[in-house]
């Protein structure tokens, strides 16, 4: 079993980001949300029609991006855009409004007539997302989706998908945490098949949050000087003129420290904030867990 | 839904070389074949005349042609097939019909369709090559509408046989020598077998044998359309299971 007591829920106009490391059960995970595998046990509901039961009316409100984009290399792109708005039941009146409206969204207005096997793969991977967005469908699932783009191109995909999200609601998985970060309303982490976190993407960031801030002094004073100023739980020097230091959150003993670096010329030089990214958090998040699921593993026999 | 992705493969097809360089080879030995058996007709037209109750130029040119053709349709058949679901699965494009609101039966009936779509056209060549024959002598139409239905019914059985094999694995290759060999293997069974053997009964060849010499036989219509649905429904159940076993 790969997956196991998953829960995922998704409001309207929300952008859930799946976080993992690899094998985690990301792509498992969306290919049971879209119909592609379907679950030993479990529901899965979209807009209220359950996705096993009544397959057909579920998937009609459903965009779905796998990490290969799902390609018929030897059509152009609009013949393909075509057959993928048709295959989800658009009547051939609007056939040319959608087709025109995705091409825009994706910029591949230019491409139109171009055949998908010449294409290049950042070009590919946008033709993939129009082929999830064209029908408007109410869930997108985006597995990967900035996957082999350039930096340029990521950030227009981003952008796309942050619009998508304001009247759609999207499920896209990665392990990058700047995409979380810059795309997603929430966050979901998955590890080993179960999910381990869960919470909005601003509060990921905060999570075991430590206050604090590096301070570069050229001239530094002895440590116990610092660790004697007001406020300051804990000083670990990073070098000869560089100090880690820890505060209490209700107390900031910067104005303190700025003024005595001014009064005994300690020639300060930089004074940066600790702030947690969220890749540490991630990194200390599954850490955790591991050595929570080793503790309760070597407890069992 | 079902025509749609009858056209999207046959779409598919015409964008390939190679389909159009099968397109021309295939034509042109039907057409070598045409000619050869029309000439050996002509050599020996003298002697049939004396005959009291000779074969027509029906038999002699276009039941030998109807029987070449099923037999080279066994080993065309696999290479078209093996394309159909295989491909698709090692490309990662089957994900786009999986997820979109259709049922599996429609995907793999549209896939039969356009396949035989395909083959339809590939053979639409030699009624006319045989009619062309009618400006100067009489046929025997009766003849050549049961070998034609013959031909057709035939088809239907490899290519769901092949679309079967092709739904098995994500190997255009395997699917293409898996089906090679079962239509291999159903002939075999037809040839090798004894007189009376039951074997028989379970090769298309062998059916095709009663429209090809001109008898229509209601046994050999529900033989084919009984090997065409079984395979037909054994690949969209195949289809479904991939979903629960991954």
């Known amino acids: 079993m790969v997956i196991h007591d998953v829960s995922l829920e998704l409001r309207r106009g929300e952008v859930l980001g799946l976080l993992g490391h690899n094998g985690a059960g990301k792509t498992t995970t969306m290919q049971m949300l879209t119909g592609c595998l379907s679950p030993n046990s479990g529901e899965i509901e979209i807009c209220g029609v359950n996705l096993l039961r009544q397959p057909e009316l579920a998937k009609a409100n ?14 152009n792109v ?83 998908i942050r619009d998508l999200g304001d009247a ?34 601003e509060h990921m960031r905060q999570h075991e949050n430590v206050s604090g801030f590096i301070v570069d002094l050229r001239n530094p004073p002895p440590l116990n000087t610092l660790e004697e100023i007001n406020g300051i739980s804990h000083v670990e020097p990073l070098g000869t003129t560089k100090f880690r230091i820890l505060h209490k959150p209700e107390d900031n003993p910067k104005s303190a420290l700025l003024s005595l670096a001014e009064q005994h010329d300690w020639k300060l030089e930089q004074l940066t904030p600790l702030q947690a990214t969220l890749e540490e958090v991630y990194v200390r998040i599954t850490e955790s867990e591991k050595t929570a699921a080793a503790i309760s593993k070597e407890e069992i026999p | 839904m079902i025509r749609l992705i009858a056209l999207r493969e046959l779409r598919g097809l015409f964008a390939m070389p190679s389909t159009w360089f099968m397109l021309a080879i295939l034509q042109f030995v039907f057409t070598w074949f045409f000619l050869n058996t029309l000439q050996t007709f002509l050599e020996i037209q003298p002697q049939l005349a004396q005959l009291a109750n000779a074969p027509g ?35 990662q494009s089957f994900a786009l019909l999986l997820s979109s609101p259709l049922p599996v039966r429609y995907i793999v009936l549209g896939k039969f369709s356009g396949l035989m779509a395909f083959l339809v056209l590939l053979m639409s060549g030699v009624p006319l090559m045989i009619y062309s024959l009618e400006l100067g002598t009489n046929l025997d139409h009766g003849l050549i509408l049961g070998n034609l239905i013959g031909l057709l019914l035939l088809t239907c059985s490899y290519v769901s046989l092949g679309l079967y094999v092709s739904s098995l694995t994500a190997h255009p290759a395997i699917a293409a020598i898996g089906a090679l060999a079962v239509l291999a293997g159903l002939w075999l069974a037809d040839v090798a077998a004894g007189e009376n053997s039951a074997w028989h009964m379970i090769s298309p060849l062998n059916h095709f044998q009663n429209f090809n010499a001109g008898l229509l036989d209601s046994n050999d219509v529900v033989f084919f359309i009984l090997f065409s649905a079984v395979f037909l429904l054994l690949a969209m159940r195949r289809i479904n299971n991939n979903r629960i076993y991954g």
């Not at chain 1, 969204?105 to 007539?113: A, P, R, T």
């Not at chain 1, 499920?171 to 976190?197: A, F, M, N, W």
Request: aromatic share 4%.
């Open chain 1, 62 to 75: 459903l965009g779905y991006l796998p990490e290969t984009p799902p390609l018929y290399r030897e059509l």
């Open chain 1, 78 to 160: 609009n013949e393909y855009l075509v057959f993928a708005a048709r295959l989800r039941g658009i009547k051939s009146p609007e056939i040319a409004d959608v087709l025109e409206q995705a091409k825009r969204n994706c910029g591949l207005v230019e491409v139109g007539k171009k055949i998908i096997g010449t294409l290049s793969r950042g070009y590919q991977q946008r033709v993939g997302i129009a082929q999830a967005i064209i029908h408007n469908p109410a869930v997108i699932v985006l597995d990967e989706p900035t996957v082999g783009l350039d930096p340029a191109q990521i950030r227009e995909i981003r952008n796309l």
């Open chain 1, 168 to 201: 759609h609601s999207v499920i896209l998985s990665t392990h990058l945490l700047s995409e979380v970060e810059s795309v997603c309303d929430r966050v979901e982490i998955l590890q080993q098949g179960k999910l381990i976190y869960s919470d909005t993407s």
């Open chain 2, 57 to 91: 130029v029906t038999t002699i040119v276009a039941v030998p042609l109807f029987n070449m053709i099923a037999l080279l349709l066994m080993m065309v058949v696999p290479i078209l097939t093996m394309r159909l679901i295989a491909e698709e699965r090692r490309n």
